[in-house]
């Protein structure tokens, strides 16, 4: 049962364009999303979130996108560097998933200089 | 401010042996919660702890594995009679509140890979 996907196991980009990281949920009850960022030998660190009463949340190079009708969200990053080359899992939490946050597959993106 | 540390980093055993990953929280935080990361996969949600109690462990297999989070120390994943199967990346996280009422994030360790040969 997995209730949070990232469809796309890779994305391939060159530097200085627009990285998009897709994800898709199912669980409605599900109301609060967030990105995270993982490295080789690494444990995931935070990128950031965004609660389910907004559409939309910017921090710096990155912009979340939450589409609730369609139970998708969608990371970017502009302009995509190099050292945004990882590993990136969207995650769920809230509803009757209470105390625990629900992680997609992850989507490794390749930032090419 | 140390963030959440996890020991070993790797760990090496023999089927039917036991495995014990430790893992210390951000100080201030009293909520704890594990992960596992099989190869090519996400990370699957296995227990979450808050101090001397197991709040959800709805991920954990039912059998061979148990875990802990004592009043002082650290808390413990225990994998007793390790299969292959069993070779996985463990991560831990903490957080200083329960994440559902509070929309928190998560704060990661490094990981234990485990490695059954």
């Known amino acids: 049962d997995q209730q949070v996907k990232q469809n796309s196991p890779s994305l391939s980009v060159q530097e200085g364009r627009i990285s998009i990281l897709n994800c898709d949920y199912t669980?409605?009850?599900?109301?609060?999303f967030l990105w995270y960022k993982k490295y080789p030998a690494e444990g995931p660190t935070f990128l950031i979130s965004?609660?389910?009463?907004?559409d939309k949340n910017e921090d710096g190079r990155f912009t979340v996108f939450l589409n609730k009708s369609a139970k998708h969200l969608s990371l970017h990053i502009v302009p995509s560097q190099p050292g945004d080359s990882a590993v990136y899992f969207c995650?769920?939490?809230?509803?009757?998933?209470?105390?625990?946050?629900?992680f997609g597959q992850g989507t490794i993106l390749t930032v090419h200089p | 401010n140390a963030g959440v540390m996890q020991n070993p980093r790797h760990l090496v055993r023999r089927r039917g042996q036991e495995a014990r990953l430790r893992c210390s929280p951000m100080?201030?935080?009293?909520?704890v919660y594990w992960y596992r990361q099989l190869p090519e996969e996400g990370l699957k949600f296995m227990v979450y702890?808050?101090?001397?109690?197991?709040?959800?462990e709805s991920g954990m297999p039912k059998e061979r594995f148990s875990a802990e989070f004592p009043k002082e120390g650290p808390s413990i994943l225990r994998i007793q009679q390790v299969v292959r199967g069993d070779s996985a990346a463990y991560f831990c996280?903490?957080?200083?509140?329960?994440?559902?009422?509070?929309?928190?994030?998560?704060?990661f360790g490094s990981g234990t890979q485990l490695s059954v040969l």
């Open positions: 702890l808050q101090k001397e109690n197991i709040i959800d």
């Open positions: 995650a769920a939490g809230g509803g009757t998933s209470y105390g625990k946050l629900t």
């Open positions: 100080k201030g935080h009293s909520h």
């Open positions: 965004i609660s389910s009463i907004k």
């Open positions: 996280a903490s957080s200083p509140r329960s994440i559902s009422a509070t929309n928190e994030k998560l704060f």
């Open positions: 669980n409605s009850m599900f109301d609060y």
